[in-house]
């Protein structure tokens, strides 16, 4: 394509499709790796972390959250320290409505077995 002068269009139309199917990503960053994942706009903190796996849905305690415009702004590294230094880094619950482009760090705690009726 490069050769012809033309730009490909999928960057384009996947832009277009989450937009249409009303998607969104948020990002889990660990020490060794990144990744981002895809979620329902509109969905609540522990959905999100359902995302990742099940049981961190069923046992969401918190979401700690920073806006990716924020961290970008402000981080010099890859430490949160500036952040958190900000003021920018909080803890949200279970009624948090997780936003595109977030950077989120879940934390949750399961017992062995889900409570059986």
Known sequence: LKDNGCQSVIPKMVRQGYTDLNLANFVTAGETEVRSWTFQKGALAPQCAGVIHSDFERGFIKAEIVAFEDYKAL????????VKAAGKYRQEGKNYEVQDGD?????????KDPKKK
């Open 75 to 82: 981080a010099t590294s890859k430490s949160m320290n500036e």
């Open 103 to 111: 950077i989120v760090h879940f934390q949750f705690n399961v017992t």
